[in-house]
């Protein structure tokens, strides 16, 4: 778990927030073929089992006036009998109800001898906290006449537990009990993985249609499945762009550079009769999980050179002499316009494979 603080606040009796729309795929959850622990609504990490809540109950919204700005915080309801929650859950205003929180309780469960965690301190995996630390309040005299006063707490683990998440709910006070656990779970084992018959059904269901534009790398971004278009179920639109490696959730022009002053490389995209149906034309090439033998990963996953040449451009080096010729006076402001072009006008560095990106190793940073 990571460090984080815990939350509470007073309702006002008479306060209620309009409550977001909750956000569904255009189509429903199909039966998914049988295996092991994947698709069953319960998942065994070790010494714990988790489930997904995704009922809430409304606690405290801040920021009311600005719905762009604001965060509202819920708690998850409907928890079964015996598990404890593991944090509740928060999310910007302007955007349909979409998320979950887990809960967990912990299971009868051994690791065989040869494990790397056999003869270590086997203490519960689920763990009260000892008490909680009042860190930051809200209240103000203000806020309390506008849905309620927001009290932040840091809940005190038992000894070599690492903190827990944050917690929220309504007239808390150190003598009730919460149903709220720190983790100490300290088996990496993966009992929940997809089959490879479950793999091929997930792609088909969830692989996404690629558009081409009616016929070059930069930083991506992460997109909620509430941003993106869908088609034939719940498969999602690609767009890739004309004359580029980009791909976007939506058709339009898309400014590689400076938005804001219309300066970069155009990256235009649109819907048209070339495309890919990525659920029907896929290959799997990693699941090292599945054992050996299951799936072998092809050859040129292993190149682990630049896919693609290194050129520079004279470009730079001749706007660098311009820019030195101008008066110190307007010199730095061309020069901060100019930085503001991308860098791929200045040269070509072509990218690496798929084993070099931090996402291969578990690593899902935008």
Not at 109 to 129: G, M, T, V, Y
Not at 252 to 276: E, P
Not at 310 to 320: G, K, N
Request: glycine residues 8%.
């Amino acid at each position: 778990m990571f460090d984080c603080m815990c939350f509470h606040w007073k309702r006002i009796a008479d306060f209620s927030p309009p409550r977001p729309e909750t956000f569904s795929l255009p189509a429903p959850m199909p039966q998914w073929p049988r295996g092991q622990g994947f698709g069953t609504g319960k998942i065994t990490l070790g010494e714990i089992e988790v489930v997904k809540i995704t009922k809430f109950e409304f606690i405290w919204i801040y920021n009311l006036q600005d719905r762009k700005k604001g965060v509202a915080f819920y708690k998850p309801i409907g928890i079964p009998d015996g598990f404890c929650s593991l944090g509740h859950y928060c999310q910007f205003n302007d955007q349909p109800l979409r998320g979950f929180a887990l809960v967990a309780r912990e299971i009868a469960f051994r690791e065989p001898q040869n494990s790397s965690i056999w003869n270590r301190d086997h203490s519960p995996a689920l763990l009260k906290p000892l008490d909680y630390t009042l860190i930051w309040s809200s209240d103000n005299g203000i806020e309390r006449n506008l849905g309620g006063c927001g009290y932040f707490w840091l809940p005190q683990p038992p000894e070599g537990v690492p903190l827990g998440t944050f917690f929220c709910s309504s007239h808390w006070d150190s003598e009730e009990e919460l149903n709220i656990a720190c983790l100490k779970n300290l088996s990496p084992a993966l009992h929940a993985m997809p089959s490879l018959d479950q793999i091929h059904a997930l792609i088909r269901h969830y692989g996404p249609m690629v558009f081409f534009h009616p016929d070059e790398h930069s930083g991506g971004e992460w997109v909620d499945a509430f941003n993106l278009e869908f088609i034939e179920g719940n498969k999602a639109i690609v767009y890739s762009s004309k004359n580029g490696h980009a791909s976007f959730p939506h058709p339009g022009s898309y400014i590689q550079g400076s938005a804001k002053l219309g300066i970069g490389i155009r990256n235009d995209a649109t819907r048209s009769n070339h495309y890919v149906d990525s659920s029907n034309r896929y290959e799997i090439i990693a699941a090292e999980y599945l054992g050996n033998g299951v799936d072998s990963e092809p050859c040129w996953l292993q190149y682990m050179r630049k896919w693609g040449p290194t050129v520079v451009y004279d470009s730079r080096a001749e706007l660098d002499k311009i820019i030195n010729r101008l008066p110190l006076i307007i010199r730095y402001s061309v020069e901060n316009m100019f930085d503001k072009f991308p860098v791929e006008l200045y040269g070509e560095d072509g990218p690496t494979g798929p084993k070099e990106k931090d996402n291969w190793v578990g690593d899902e940073r935008s």
